[in-house]
Structures are given as C-alpha cells and as structure tokens.
DNA sequence: GTGAAAGCGCTAACAG
DNA sequence: CTGTTAGCGCTTTCAC
C-alpha cells in the first residue's frame, strides 16, 4: 500500500509543473502563480499525496518536534503537565513526542536516545525518578527542561518546579492549625522531591514544637506504596491524627490503609496529600492537597524550551511556581 | 549545537573507511571485520555521533513506527491498554508515537494526518468519540486497528473489543441476584460502547421482569457527567438501590453524587462501573466494576497489526475479550 | 514565477 | 570483508 505512496514527483508530473513548485505550493508560498496552486492542489488531491515527514525534516534539517519523557501515564498527574506542554507546542506548529521511563534508567536511556535520534529540537522532564546524568547529556544535544526536580542542574537545563520544602511545610502548619500535634509522614521514596517534601514535614513539626511526635515511613509515591506505608504507621502509632503524605497517588492509598484499619476519614484521621490531582477531587472522600498548577507548568516548561530554541543564546532559567493548599475532604479538626 | 552534529560521514572519515562500513557496523552486522568494527565504533564515540532518524527511515521506507491515537490521557483506562500496546511494540523493535485527539474530530483528523505524514506502520485507535470515516481514510494508507469500538468497520480495519451489550447484561444480573430490583442507569453518551452497555442493561431488565423500573439518564463518560447524571436520577426516583453507570470513571463521578444525596454507599445504594480503571480500585471506596481486560486488549491489538505488517494478505480479525464481574466495595445486598 | 541541480544523512545493491 | 554508486522524498539556492 504504502509502496505505491504518491511523492511531490508524482504531483508535479500531474501538475505538469516542477517538483519545486510543488514544494513551495504544498507550503503556502505566495511565490506561486494562482494557477499554478490550484492545478498542484488539485493533483496532490486526486492522488492522495501526502508529504513524507521524514523526508521533510531531513531536508529542512529541524523535526519540529519537542520531546517529552513521562515518568509514566498512569499517574494522572502527568497527563495534566502534558496537557499544559502540548498547549504551547501546538501553539508553535510544533508536534510532541511522547515516551514514558517507567523510571527505569535503562529505559529512559533508550527512549531519550530514541528521542534525540528524531532530532527533536526540545526536550521536556518530568519524571521524580529521572538520571541526572542523562539529562545532562541530553542536555548537550538540544535545550532541556525539566519539570518538578531542580536538583539536576547543568549546562543547558532549565528547571520549573514548585517549592516542595514549603509545601511540605505548609501541609504541616494547615494541620496544626486545625488542631493536630501527632502527625506523621509517608514518605515519597529516593528522589529529591520526596525528600524536600519531608524537610519540610520535619522543619514544620520542629517549628511547632512537634519534634518528639516526627514520624516517618517510606512509601514509593504509587498507590500500593502509600496503603502499606500507612498501615505501618498507624500500627507504630495508633495515636496519630495527621497524615501528611508524599504525593496524591499514595495519599489515595493511605485513605484505603486507614479504613482498614478501622480509623476514619477525616474525623478520626485527616490525611493530605500534594499535587492536585484532578482524579483525587472524586471518589466517595475527595482528597485534601497541596496542588501545584500542573498545567501551568506544562506550559512554562514548553514556552522556556521555545524560548530557547528561538534565540539559542537565551538564559537557562529555574522557575517556581507555588503551591497551595487544597482543603477537601480528607481533612478535619483534630478529634477531642 | 546540532548544526554541526557529527554525521556517518565523520565517523566514517575518522575511521578510515566508507559510510556503508559504518552503516553496517552501527547496525551490528556481521560482516564487518572485528577491527574495522571497533575502530567505526570507537570513532562513532569519541564523536558522539547519533543516526539520525529521519535519514534512516527515509532511506529504509520504513519507520518502525506504530501510531497510537488515543481519546485522551486523563482517563487513566487508556494508559493500561497503551502499556499493553507498547509491551508488544517494543519487543518488535518498534517504537510508538502517541496522539491525542480529546474526541475533537478536528484535531483527531490532523493528529492522524500527523501520524501518516510520519510514515507509521500501522496505527491502533483507542478512542469511543472516533470518527468513523477518519479511520476507514486511514487504513487506506495502513493496517488499523480499532480498539473498544466494534462498530466501526471497512476495509483494512480490526477490531479489539469487549462484548458491551453482555457485560451490560450481566452487571445488571449481578445486581439483581443482590436482591435489587430498582437499578437505574447512567449512560456514556453518543458512542457505540455506551449505546451498547445501555442495551444490555434495558435487555437484562427486561428479562428479570423489571422494565417498569428501567430509569436512563445521560451521562458522557467524564466524572462530572456521571455526577450530574447520578444526582438527578436519584431525584427523579429516590427509591432506586442499583446504579449501573456507563464507565469508572463516570461512577466515580456517581459515587459523590449519592453521597451529596446522602445515600449511603454501599448499604443504602450499590454502583457498579465498567472498564476496570485500575485507580478505581483505590480511595476510600473501591468500585465494584465490569472490567475489561486492558492491558490484553492493548497487546492483542498490537499483535494484530504487525500480523498484517508482517503479511500484508493477513486478514482483517474482529477478536472480542470478555468483561468479568469484579465485586469490590461499591455493590451489596438491596437494603431491607 | 518557475525549473534545474545539489544536497540532507542514511541504506542498499553491486562490484571487487 | 569493503568501497562505490544510487537513490529515499523533500527543500533550497540560483539562474532563467
């Protein structure tokens, strides 16, 4: 089928003008008699012709193209930052190429070589478990944005991330002001925005004077994760009555880890989460969060990238955004 | 940075030998001598170099890419078919690109138009709003494959779907062998699927001696169709204990709206879904579901198409899978 | 306005 | 085993 694929010769022998002509015409060159236009038009439509892309960004020497490595899809957290990335890059006539890593680094390896192979002219991160190595090696190749980790840094990497420490602080000091003291901590794992989310769970619980009661249990920032790092806790200390949880994902499943164990949600437990995931706004208990604008930074990741691309001697950047706190229904005044 | 991005010709230059010998070595063939290979390989390291992508399917005609157009990516439905689709994908030495539409035909019609300029091999389409035509236009191009959708068939296109109509059927036989008997339903819209599951549910009603009590509403899929929906068949019919919604997702949406209606969860109301949204599972309630088999879906139709890819006479299928009954925290006994 | 010619970077015969 | 020679389909000077 695709053997038989019309090509710009075939549109130009119909057209019986030359295949430059057709390029120009295909492109919406003024440069092109009307006549001319409307018999290429006419031929490319009779026969089918579609440009082969491939052939086109080789000779154009630019894919327009933005890559775009997902930690992985599941978490629909990535698909609101998506939605935001490709917003702009539409915007710009640009397509995106999306690959997910599972946050496995052998994979990430081979989808960023993937990637850079295609000549994308961007690249946009956003996965917490990310090799910075990679990412400063892709970094070599094309400018490079990442989302939600501004510990990797280097030649060519901008950052767009929120202020973990401060959310995770912030999530502390709604709960104490609701009255909680014993409030504990399920952890996100080995990555750095999981550990600044607990700084800040820790500096929090230090300033409030709360240090004896500072709890902590690693969880992975998967559902799975957050229901048994829940359930540790709350064998460790059927005391508790705060929960501050890493991410939204395991926040969900630290609701699950509760009812099991026959604690409820919010009256005897508040628990939140961070993110702002729009799935956790459902469900019979909507889930309490410090939300990041997902979407806004997709888009200031993807504008910082054509930014870069425009004027390839522009400044590499770290933007911020702020979190705030999302009271749902996870969350109430400390019981008593 | 990638103006000057080493080409096969440096490596070959460097090296000491032709391109072809590169081309070849690159690609692991075996008739390159051992030290010819690691001398192309070591210059191809020490100069970083990168086939280009473009250039290579241009030259081979064939992309080794798969097209994956799906609905959107905030349902996260979609990204448990997607990992089955890419399982079977990479292990072909394949790679995907993935396009949304949001069931925006427009979009979708420039999204695959995308995908076909790119080349691609073969395209699977997961999306219940999918313009029928837009795909039988595209499998004039390429083996397509049509996931969830039975309805739209043609020349060149296969099929990967549940059987609707049954799985509508027996979540209401579930129900009613709970001993419930006034069962509304939430339906998902102008699409096959919901079409489908809404026949059942009227065929099983029907049959259990129940029509009086069938009771539609329209939902359109989303969380918040399904809450609205819900909400107003609950003030329509307060007396109603069973409510067969189109999708997860939607029940979900469903779920709060009983609660807003102060119906309690399972014991005053049972919801069931469909899909089988693997965060469903999660929350403090867990939907009880007709769940599909995803990730086999995803895989099935993946294999069928580098059937076709692999002997293009290969005959178009129409495999169906078979949705399961999957008790879990939203269904019990009808009260009283 | 339009066409001829020269690549873009790679693969694929075909000779040696 | 290795090099030479043609393209793949498109864009892009550069004359006419």
Redesign the interface.
């Known amino acids: ?2 053997s038989t ?1 019309p090509t710009i010769n075939d549109v130009a022998a119909r057209a019986g003008v030359s295949k430059s002509l057709v390029s120009l015409a295909i492109r919406g060159s003024d440069r092109v008699s009307d006549e001319s236009r409307e018999a290429i038009l006419r031929a490319a439509d009779e026969l ?1 012709y ?6 086109r ?2 000779a154009d020497r630019r ?1 327009r193209t933005i890559g775009v490595l997902l930690h ?3 978490n ?1 957290v ?3 930052v ?2 935001g990335v ?1 917003e702009i890059v539409r915007s710009h006539g640009y ?1 995106t ?2 690959v ?1 890593g599972h946050g496995d680094s052998q994979r990430e390896r081979a989808e960023l ?2 990637l ?4 994308v ?1 961007g690249l946009i991160l956003i996965s917490h478990r990310l090799d910075p190595a990679l990412a400063r090696q892709a970094a ?3 400018p490079v944005v990442i989302v939600m980790r501004h510990d990797i840094t280097g030649r060519g990497i901008s950052t767009v991330c929120a202020d973990d420490v401060r959310a995770g602080r912030e999530a502390v000091e709604q709960l104490v002001s609701l009255g909680h003291s014993r409030i504990a901590h399920v952890s996100g794992g080995e990555n750095r925005v999981a550990a600044d989310r607990e700084q800040g769970y820790r500096e929090a619980m230090a300033e409030a004077g709360l240090s004896e009661h500072v709890l902590v249990e690693a969880g992975d920032f998967t ?1 799975a994760g957050g229901r048994v790092a829940a359930a540790r806790l709350l064998e460790r200390d059927p005391g508790i009555t705060g929960l501050v949880v890493a991410n939204d994902l395991s926040a ?2 630290a ?2 880890a509760a ?1 099991e164990a026959d604690r409820s ?1 919010p009256s005897d437990l508040s628990i939140v989460g961070f993110d702002g995931m ?2 956790a706004a ?5 889930l309490t969060t410090m939300a990041q604008p997902l979407e806004e930074m997709g888009r200031e990741a993807a504008e910082r990238v054509f930014r870069r691309i425009d004027s ?1 001697g522009a400044r590499i950047t770290h933007d911020q955004v702020v979190s705030s706190w999302l009271p749902r229904g996870t969350t109430a005044p400390a019981p008593g």
Do not use: I, K, W, Y
């Open positions: 089928m695709s694929r089918g579609r440009p082969n892309a491939a052939a960004s080789l894919s992985d899809l599941h629909p990535f698909a609101q998506l939605d490709q397509r190429m999306l997910t070589a993937a850079l192979d295609f000549q002219e070599r190749e094309c559902e969900l499943g609701v699950v009812q949600v729009s799935l459902l469900g019979s208990l909507t390839p």
